[in-house]
């Protein structure tokens, strides 16, 4: 069925995650960011972000203080409450800024990172509370991981998603009645030096929202004024040929005019259009819409008061 993904947590003045878990057009939230890679973390941890919605300590690691952020107790009361809704909900790795954060040295700091972020923020295990490692979201366990990869070389993100995999499927074989788990990941919508094209020929993802804004050659708004460029063909051919072929292509678009550089917001009816194209056009890989960001849909409402979420979702259910 065509979903409509977002993210929250750098949303600005954002409420608390349980308002979104009320929304019924939405069903995967990204929670971000885990914005700075363990390589280049504080104590070498990774380090957290999410806006207004914690409380500004930190985990200490040793005697060092890390910049993994402690108490976000209304994002961990809330993610259940989202999940008990029938939505998934994945963390998601990377963000806008900072630049420097999004370093992975070496495939052997990539598989470390991903079980890092698998004992952390995945289904918990004796081992890794017995090591006193952190759970910063307690046993809330996340749907899956994404990668919202702005920054970088381009090197590890292949492994790190590679190494998530091989993290679920061992958990699973030993843990058959446990709940799947999913990858995504958020590319820009150019192709020539994008920084997540070699991962997704690598490793198996499972939903890829692809950023068709702020980018002059390739955005949404294209298409809406009748213009060359929307890749969206280059990027099912990008999918059908990578690990996973069976992968959902979402629509990434600003989810309110002021959430996107200007020019690169399309309205409701742009949409409509594009996602009848589209959705007909390739129908085993289209896979909905995914907005930027849910603080933004929340505030941009039409004249029937439907909050922007659901002007979409009912473009790709009707
Ligand atoms: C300002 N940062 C962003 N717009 N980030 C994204 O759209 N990530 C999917």
Redesign the pocket.
Known sequence: LNQVAT?YG?GAYQQRLSTFCAETSLDIINVGFVDVFPDVGLTGWPETNFGNQCDGSFFVNGDETSGLLANCHQIMEDIPLCQDAGKKVFLSLG??APASGQYIASKDSADDFADWIWGAFGPVTPEWTADGLPRPFGDVVFDGFDL?I?WGTGFGYGYLAKRLRHNYDTYRDSNPESKNFYLSA?PQCYLLGNLLTEAISYAPFDYI?V?FY?NPSCSANLYADGLPGFNFDDWVSIITSGANPDAKLFV?LPAEES??ISGYYIDSESIESLVNKYMNKHPKTFGGV?L??ATGSYNNTDSKGNVFSQSVKNILVD
């Open positions: 993210y750098q963000g806008s919202d702005e958020a929202w950023q702020n990434g959430e996107a995914m930027w960001e």
